[in-house]
């Protein structure tokens, strides 16, 4: 064992003189152990969160949106062959994104109506009901008179009274070019199905239908106005986008899912970082008491410092012994904060402990995704507060005169 270490070991045995030293330990340990805790639950949970709101995101959002620069509406055939040669790319289908208005007896929403090819996006999105677009043989071949189908969020379902097998009455106002402007148009859709995502960005203002028939209400027959893109890596979608974008030319901008949700995901992000520096104080203030009981060790032990001096132990043999004593300090609270966040989070996953009201939230308990990078970097951080606190008083005793202390004592 090294002699900074022995020293070091002996001192952390042996009962110091005055009792206070001992609390002042004891109160560091607890400061420093509850901090570590409380940043690893908070952090684990803000992750929680945002994993399921990347999950939810998904689920209905693909992972590339590619549409035309400068016009609005563009041809699709060749376009579509182009970006499914491109190495990453797993499906891809044209839509016809427009703004409309829903609307049921004296009830009605603005709503954002998406025409698009249902049986590639089944395939790819997770939404349910997305399927009857296609599957019910009453809407395979519609005539232009009958109710084409259509797929609405639940909660704009609720907000028109509507459930499946109702119908209601899309009015697009810009349907058809007139001298005069605009004239608006409108044709009735059946209801087949409702899907849920627990976002009300979707699930208060999305609606689906096929696209043929949504180009039909918009007088737009074969065109549409974006491409949607799934990828065989969803992290990886940034990279296929630019890909996509470089290999179609200047004429496209092409998304990933981050880019488009890059607001939302700063802000959490933004958050977290906030939280952890919060919290990071928290520890910063109990270790406060790592300095205050090493300074009066110090002073405790000056004739032992003068002891080991006149030995031959050196200016840096010092300074190690009191460094290592506030690194073991933080290092015993730091695992048993370590241990108990992970135990709290695992308790919550397993028991869900803390439940959310299930009117106002779209889940029912806090989630938790636990990352090892978290719990290391809330670990680094709490020793290296610990250490900056021991690092005064570590050089305080280095200069001490050991002829005056001996005197003294």
């Known amino acids: 064992m090294r002699f900074e270490l022995f020293i070091t070991a002996r001192y952390l045995k042996s009962r110091p003189k005055h009792a206070f030293i001992a609390l002042i330990s004891i109160l560091a340990t607890a400061g420093v152990a509850i ?9 684990a949970v803000m992750e929680g969160f945002e994993s399921d709101l990347k999950m939810r995101i998904l689920s209905i959002e693909p992972h590339v949106v590619v549409t035309p620069k400068g016009k609005s ?44 090819n249902a049986q590639k996006a089944s395939r790819a999105l997770n939404i349910a009901g997305l399927k009857t677009l296609f599957t019910d043989s009453s809407f395979e071949k519609p005539a232009r008179s009958s109710p084409a189908p259509l797929v609405l969020g639940r909660a704009l379902a609720s907000r028109l009274g509507v459930s499946p097998g ?17 004239l608006p148009v409108m044709k009735q859709f059946i209801v087949t199905a409702v899907f849920e995502t627990g976002v009300w960005l979707y699930d208060g203002s999305l609606a689906f239908g096929r696209l043929e028939d949504v180009q039909h209400l918009m007088r737009r027959p074969n065109q549409v106005t974006a491409f949607e893109v799934m990828t065989k ?8 986008s630019h890909r996509i974008e470089n290999i179609l030319g200047p004429g496209f901008n092409s998304l990933s899912w981050m ?21 990071a104080l928290t520890v910063l203030v109990a270790t406060v008491n790592i300095f205050s009981g090493l300074m009066i060790l110090v002073a405790e032990k000056e004739k032992d410092i003068a002891v080991l001096k006149a030995m031959g ?20 609270g730091t695992l048993a904060g ?72």
């Open 233 to 240: 890596q969803v992290f990886g979608a940034q990279k296929i």
């Open 73 to 116: 509406l563009i041809a699709k055939a060749e376009i579509v062959s182009r970006i499914n040669r491109i190495e990453g790319v797993t499906s891809s289908w044209p839509v016809f994104k427009t703004e409309v208005m829903i609307q049921k007896d004296s009830r009605s929403a603005g709503v954002t109506l998406k025409g698009i």
């Open 35 to 43: 901090g570590v805790t409380a940043l690893i639950v908070v952090i």
């Open 338 to 409: 370590t241990m108990g966040g992970l135990g709290l989070c695992y308790l919550q996953e397993k028991l869900h402990i803390i439940r959310l009201p299930s009117d106002v939230f779209y889940i029912s308990a806090f989630p938790v995704n636990v990352r090892t990078a978290d719990v290391a970097a809330v670990a680094a951080a709490a020793l290296l507060i610990c250490l900056a606190a021991a690092l005064y008083p570590a050089m305080r005793a280095t200069c001490l005169d050991p002829v005056e202390a001996i005197r003294n004592g």
């Open 166 to 182: 109702g119908t209601v009455q899309v009015i697009a106002p810009k349907g058809i070019i007139a001298p005069g402007g605009f």
């Open 259 to 279: 880019e488009r949700n890059k607001n939302l995901f700063s802000a959490m992000q933004l958050e977290k970082t906030t939280m952890f520096i919060v919290l």
């Open 313 to 332: 132990a050196t200016a840096k043999h010092i300074r190690s012994i009191f460094l290592f004593m506030g690194l073991a300090v933080g290092a015993v």
